[in-house]
């Protein structure tokens, strides 16, 4: 297991509710990219990488396709997904889902679940 970040990823207040953004953080070894969702008081996040040809989702940085329907759609082919468990409801990889990553609020900041308490 790697170091996570110690540093929030982002400020609550940054965050609009129903926004869709983008924030890079370091998972292991790697520093990877990160689409953050808040729906209310809940912030989800997912890798930044698409199920159906491992693109990235958004059409330029932080740039993410929202449908009328709420739902996220890549960029790349136009799959969609729900926003609450990150599945692939229409488009190429229908049944597919996005890789969660756990995310918590505290103090106003979304962290990584399991960064250090500052
Ligand atoms: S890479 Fe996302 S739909 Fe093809």
Redesign the pocket.
Known sequence: MGSLNVEPLLSLDGLADGALVEAEARLGDDSESLVIHRQGDVVRAWLNV?P????R?DWAPGQFLKSREGLLV?A????SFELEGGQCVA???RGDALRAVAVEVREGQVWLVGAADA
């Not at 159906?52 to 693109?55: P, Q």
């Open positions: 698409c159906h040809a491992g693109r989702l890549c790349a082919h136009g799959a488009g190429p990889c």
